[in-house]
């Protein structure tokens, strides 16, 4: 299904995420509800669907909790000058928000008022919205650290009114086993709910890194998050920062980022089994674009699923091509869980942009079911000409979708696998150099 865009603003940073009833989807300054038929049920600028008439909103990630019935949602929000800069987030009253709507709430939660909270991601536990940020100088200036932004759910169930007293915090300087500063963390979204949650994060550096960082959050005393030393999870081959994309029939490439990871899932697979219990156990799916190994050309997307538990990998894979370059990716297992039922969870699906000197952005997709290897790629929406805008003649190289969005299906509960819903960016042919024609697509997957 076709998703919303603006044409005012690049990249897109396009994310979605699917419910029992609804589909939810969040691009730059803008908002959009579906069925899950694909039909748009409402649409608005993020600005209307907030309430910040004169704001800046950015960044902007939802995510679908089944232990609340209930969506959340976090995005920057910035004045003009962005002199003032804080975090604006909320929920969605139950799973049907067109019927029972929002609650909205801004906090700085503790940050000087004149730091940007760049590059906000998304998760949770059982207990608590977790919100990791990149904490720079007003206006994207000098990077200062990074933080994770906490606060408390609200009770589970549809909400009759918003509450007024949630618990926040702020955990601030993020830290990986060295003492380096721990660059863009993010929170894995929880598919089966747990009050043990997670944060992953790279070291911002253009040189080879051999690993990341994981920490743990729990509940601690007073009901309020603990986090672990953080530890160090290796990884089979070092990555490093990837080039820009080329496109077809235009100098301009398209920006990759720089080897973070941007979005996560934790979640039971239940091929995987603690041998002091037989016990299934919870995994993290994550991915990121990084400079290409053997056997690719440029960027490619690594996926790593995690075991938490033994701060190793259960499994790694790479997404390449020997003529396209791969960036822009999402992850997701296709775990299923909806209220106390729940299926599936050791398959998963990742999509993703391709592009090269000889081809136009394309929309694809690979999947992996089990222990089978990962499919060949499925080509989803080709774009039908190059992406040129005003961002492209700013700099060395356009902006593109900073991330993307995958999200779990909790329902139905049958077959032999679940399903993955996935947003990402593609673009019409150019209407000018100055004008913004990003689009936004959603797609249902089955691994």
């Known amino acids: 299904m076709l998703g919303v865009h603006t044409e005012n603003v690049s990249p897109s940073d396009s994310t979605g995420a ?49 232990g609340q019935g209930r969506f959340f949602y976090s995005m920057i929000d910035a004045t003009a000058d962005w002199t003032f800069n804080q ?9 049907d928000p067109d019927v029972d709507g929002w609650c909205h709430y801004t906090s700085t939660f503790g940050a000087p008022e004149n730091t940007f909270p760049d590059f906000p991601r998304l998760g949770d536990t059982g207990d608590f919205v977790l919100i990791g940020v990149n904490r720079f100088t007003g206006g994207r200036g000098r990077y200062l650290g990074s933080d994770l932004d906490w606060y408390a759910k609200p009770a589970p169930g549809v909400l009759a009114t918003c509450p007024t007293d949630l618990a926040s915090g702020r955990f601030a300087d993020l830290q990986d086993p060295l003492g380096k500063r ?72 398209l920006e990759t980022l720089d080897g973070r ?12 089994l603690d041998p002091r219990t037989g016990q299934t156990m919870t995994a993290i799916w994550t991915q990121h674009t990084v400079a290409a190994s053997d056997g690719g050309r440029g960027p490619e997307i690594r996926w790593y699923e995690i075991d938490p538990s033994s701060g190793s990998l259960f499994q790694s894979g790479i997404v390449q091509s020997a ?73 060395a190289s356009c902006r593109w979708g900073d991330f993307a969005g995958a999200s779990p ?18 673009n019409r042919a150019s209407q000018g150099d100055l004008r913004i024609d990003w689009r936004t697509l959603n797609w249902a997957a089955l691994p």
């Open 323 to 395: 003529s396209l370059y791969v960036f822009n990716g999402a992850i997701a297992p296709d775990r299923a869980v909806n209220g106390s039922s729940a299926m599936f969870g050791d398959s998963m699906v990742v999509g993703f942009d391709t592009s090269s000197a000889s081809a136009d952005v394309a929309l694809q997709m690979v999947s992996k079911v089990g222990q089978d290897p990962p499919s060949p790629f499925v080509r989803i929406r080709q774009s039908p000409g190059p992406n040129i805008d005003e961002t492209c003649l700013r700099g």
């Open 261 to 272: 990871f941007t979005q996560a899932y934790a979640a039971i697979d239940p091929s995987r």
């Open 87 to 95: 975090v604006a987030f909320g929920f969605s009253r139950s799973a």
């Open 409 to 426: 299906d909790p329902a139905p509960l049958s077959g032999l696998t679940g399903t993955v819903w996935v947003t990402d960016t593609y």
């Open 182 to 253: 721990l660059f863009s963390p993010v929170p894995p979204k929880q598919v089966d709910p747990s009050a043990t949650g997670y944060v992953l994060g790279v070291q911002r550096s253009p040189l080879a890194r051999t690993g990341f960082t994981l920490v743990t959050v729990t509940t601690g005393s007073g009901q309020q998050p603990s986090l672990s030393p953080p530890e160090t999870i290796p990884v089979p081959l070092p990555f490093q920062e990837p080039p820009p994309a080329p496109q077809s029939g235009t100098q301009y490439a």
């Open 18 to 66: 699917v419910g029992t009833d609804r589909y939810v989807e969040l691009v730059n300054q803008k908002y959009g509800l579906y069925d899950r038929s694909g039909s748009l049920i409402e649409s608005s600028s993020a600005q209307d669907f907030t309430g910040l008439a004169g704001s800046d909103l950015l960044d902007g990630e939802v995510l679908w909790a089944p």
